[in-house]
């Protein structure tokens, strides 16, 4: 986990940022994964690569793959150096990281985002990053979006923060496309689409 690689171009002082910004390696690091859907599953995939220990949380996952622990939520926070939020947002997990949970993790902990800003309580994060509760957060997804120059977390040394953009890549554009063209394909064929976000709607009778 490094930040601030950019604040070289501005200094011009290598050894500086070297002794400053010296990062982590996750090789016997415990890192949790706040639920195991498909990107939470492609996540324990390379962490497992990188011989870390990873845990869980996921309550609709009875299986785990292979070398993933699953564990309770307050548990994965107290006992993770590392905790990445891969869970979409719903009413039962708006908020799912709260203050309260926020306060379980290590001080030397890290805390990333990639997935909604509503899982958890923002304030309580800048606040834990300000008085050092936090070692550092990543951040691609804020409760407050476009990223405007002025957000606060973009002033903290300890966090790195993208706007929205971690799944920008040529790549993912034509791999939409694909889903989509499947869709229709799967539909004009008579058969059930994949990547339903309303399948109850194939249940209810037509007219």
Same mark, same amino acid.
């Given at each position: 986990?490094?930040?601030?690689?950019? @604040? $070289?171009?501005?200094?011009?002082?290598?050894?500086?940022?070297?002794?400053? $910004?010296?990062?982590?390696?996750?090789?016997?690091?415990?890192? %949790?994964?706040? @639920?195991?859907?498909?990107?939470?599953?492609?996540?324990?995939?390379?962490?497992?690569?990188? #011989?870390?220990?990873?845990?869980? =949380? &996921?309550? =609709?996952? +009875?299986?785990?793959?292979? %070398?993933?622990?699953?564990?309770?939520? !307050?548990?994965?926070? +107290?006992?993770?150096?590392?905790?990445?939020?891969?869970?979409?947002?719903?009413?039962?997990?708006?908020?799912?990281?709260?203050?309260?949970?926020?306060?379980?993790? #290590? *001080?030397?902990?890290?805390?990333?985002?990639?997935?909604?800003?509503?899982?958890? &309580? !923002?304030?309580?994060? =800048? !606040?834990?990053?300000?008085?050092?509760?936090?070692? /550092?957060?990543?951040?691609?997804?804020?409760?407050?979006? *476009?990223?405007? /120059?002025?957000?606060?977390?973009?002033?903290?040394?300890?966090?790195?923060?993208?706007?929205?953009?971690?799944?920008?890549?040529?790549?993912?554009? +034509?791999?939409?496309? &694909?889903?989509?063209?499947?869709?229709?394909?799967?539909?004009?064929? /008579?058969? +059930?689409?994949?990547?339903?976000?309303?399948?109850?709607?194939? !249940? #209810?009778?037509?007219?």
């Amino acid at each position: 986990f490094q930040g601030g690689g950019p @604040a $070289f171009e501005r200094t011009g002082d290598f050894l500086e940022m070297y002794n400053r $910004f010296t990062g982590v390696e996750l090789g016997g690091q415990t890192v %949790g994964l706040v @639920a195991l859907g498909a990107v939470g599953r492609e996540v324990a995939a390379r962490l497992r690569a990188f #011989k870390a220990r990873v845990l869980a =949380y &996921d309550p =609709y996952v +009875r299986q785990p793959p292979e %070398g993933v622990e699953l564990t309770g939520l !307050e548990e994965l926070l +107290r006992a993770s150096d590392f905790v990445s939020l891969h869970a979409p947002v719903t009413a039962e997990t708006q908020n799912l990281v709260s203050r309260e949970r926020l306060a379980l993790m #290590k *001080p030397s902990g890290y805390f990333i985002n990639t997935a909604r800003a509503a899982l958890t &309580d !923002e304030d309580a994060l =800048y !606040e834990m990053l300000v008085a050092g509760r936090l070692a /550092g957060a990543a951040l691609d997804v804020l409760h407050n979006e *476009p990223l405007q /120059g002025d957000n606060r977390f973009l002033s903290l040394p300890n966090v790195i923060v993208t706007p929205h953009l971690g799944g920008a890549t040529h790549d993912v554009v +034509r791999h939409q496309s &694909d889903i989509v063209v499947d869709a229709i394909e799967s539909y004009l064929r /008579g058969e +059930r689409p994949r990547w339903i976000a309303n399948p109850e709607v194939l !249940e #209810k009778p037509p007219g």
